[in-house]
Each structure stands twice: as C-alpha cells, then as structure tokens.
C-alpha cells in the first residue's frame, strides 16, 4: 500500500518560511520521481515543483521560481519543499506526489497522491 504522509504546513506571515516534507513508503522511491502541487478554495490543483529520481534535475511553475526549493533524500524516502518569502496567494493545500513522468505535470496524471497539508500566509 502505496503512502505519502506530508507534514510542515501552518499559518505564517508574508515573508516567512516553511518547509513541507513528505516520506513515502510502500513504492520503490528512487524509480519516482517526485512533485508537489497545491490546491486553494475553487481552483483546481496545480503543479508547483517536481524533482527526478535522482534529484540532479528539478521543474517549478514560474510563480515560484527563486523562492521554492525542492529536493530529496532517498536515503529517507523524503522529498522536501523550501517556501522562502511566502506571498498570501501562496495560501493552499500543498500535496505531495509520485508523478508519472518527468515532464508530466498533470495532476490528472498522478497515480499517488499525500492527503496534503495547509498553508496559510497571512498580509
């Protein structure tokens, strides 16, 4: 049975950081490679970064770009999701995800998903 436990969100200011992790268990790891994406009230969920099984290569939706760092240990089946100068529309539900491909940032395309953790970033 195929998990991913996401823990590290809360309420922070504009300006603040938080960093989200996300250990997986039940699917062989490092054959995945990674993403989060995140979900607010009446939008769909998007893609926000991914990273390969190696982690030598990395993907972030331009909104983000310079402010989130992904990375991972595969040592400890975790992949980790650095939110520097949070910005209130950054407010979401952030999930983590073993995505289908590299490239494929669809979230319709994901076969596993965390049941996702809440950021709220406060004016």
């Known amino acids: 049975q195929v998990q991913l436990v996401e823990s590290g969100g809360g309420l922070v200011q504009a300006g603040g950081s938080l960093r989200l992790s996300c250990v997986a268990s039940?699917?062989?790891?490092?054959?995945?490679?990674m993403g989060w994406f995140r979900q607010a009230p009446g939008t769909e969920r998007d893609f926000v970064a991914a990273?390969?099984?190696?982690?030598?290569?990395?993907a972030y939706t331009d909104s983000v770009k310079g402010r989130f760092t992904i990375s991972r240990d595969n040592a400890k089946n975790t992949v980790y999701l650095q939110m520097n100068s949070l910005k209130p529309e950054d407010t979401a539900v952030y999930y983590c995800?073993?995505?289908?491909?590299?490239?494929?940032?669809?979230?319709?395309?994901?076969?596993?998903w965390g049941q996702g953790t809440q950021v709220t970033v406060s004016s």
């Open positions: 995800a073993a995505v289908p491909g590299w490239g494929i940032w669809s979230a319709r395309r994901v076969d596993y």
């Open positions: 039940g699917l062989p790891f490092s054959s995945y490679h």
């Open positions: 990273i390969s099984r190696s982690g030598t290569s990395t």
